[in-house]
């Protein structure tokens, strides 16, 4: 049984997740206050303001179809150009998934191949294969810089890992109220599958964020009347679903 | 728009994928007939009479929740039984994620690891850490047979590989009339990023196989009367969801 269902104030516009994450100086941070029914581990008990929504949080599946042209997005941060042209070793246009992976990696943190598909997937113009050109990458790059800022807010004792409950209080903090039960069955997949507790560096931070926001935006985008319920079509269900699925290749 | 709903046909019980692929020696193999929308790449405009749900197919998620005791189901095989101990090399009575590589690799094919980690989800029993025991070896076993019978009858030129055609086929074949728009999205994930026509291993087959067959069988319980369409809270939709995604570490 869903707690939404559980839970009147969920079904209110103000505490459903918004529709991006804002930008890390927008942030609005709420103290949490837990309902009376004890479930102190559950996030939808949260009284929850989002914050505003962000506009320029990627591309590709989250509706905008962005197109790969030559040019950079005026007012791009110059680094942002070069390291994209310095990864484009061939002057395509567009770096690949490895060229990405270097390019990321010498600025963020080591993603790993698998992630860097996944990103690639987020962000791409569905009409291309698996590459982004400069609109895609400044896109991913002002992204992720939006991800290192919430991680280094909620990292709070500055250890390079986010443990559950900073994350789950880091997604609560961008406006994603998420059960504590959903989770903790993300967060099942993740660690060296001991069961031990599972700490999260900033590449599995940014796979759990944005899983759980774009789940949850492609969610919102049928449940038209914020009432934590949508219908769904059989096409539509694994049409929502497959973006998230990595290529195991 | 889903196709669903644009074809009456699919408001039945007969045309709706069943609960299970069947054994292959099980398999009914209607040939397909095309509506006359000329929409012959839809798989959604089958009439398809589905196989016979086979009971054996799998543990963990597919809702039957089995305890990972020390024994075997009476009558698996000897071999099977044999792999497990030579591969359980500590004799704790699991396989973990490389050790169940090395057991598959050596009868069926080289999975990489993020798919033994994604067979492991699926068939482990939900209470356990990241390794199985015998009763889901066996049923992981016995279900990869099942997919090897059915990826060598679709595989028709025997190239080892199975292309887009011979996928929509043998998932309709063990009946599941997956829309060619559904399946394109999830091919799209596979092959080397370059957007050449994709053709499967048979570990992507299997991938690919039970993505849809999990997926489907998860909307089927929420779409009791077989209407196409399930109404989902926001916690059933995430936590249908999530056990689909890879851990990326």
Known sequence: MSSWNNNNRYHSESSYAPSAPSLPDQHQQPQPHYSNNNNNNAPSNYHHAPPPPSSNYGSGYYGQVSSSSYSFPQGTNPDVIRTFQMFDRDQSGFVDDKELQQALSSAFHNFNIATIRFLIFLFKDPRQPLRIGPKEFSALWNCLGQWRGIFERYDKDRSGKIDP???RDA???IGYAVPGSVLQLLLSKYGDGSGRRVELGFDSFVECGMI???LTEKFKEKDTRRTG????S????MSMVIPFLVSYD
Chains 1, 2 share one sequence.
Do not use: P, V
Not at 234 to 237: G, H, L, N, Q
């Open 234 to 237: 059989y096409d539509e269900f």
């Open 212 to 214: 759980i926001k774009g």
């Open 165 to 167: 409950l900073e994350l």
């Open 229 to 232: 319920s949508a219908k769904l």
């Open 171 to 173: 997604l609560y903090g």
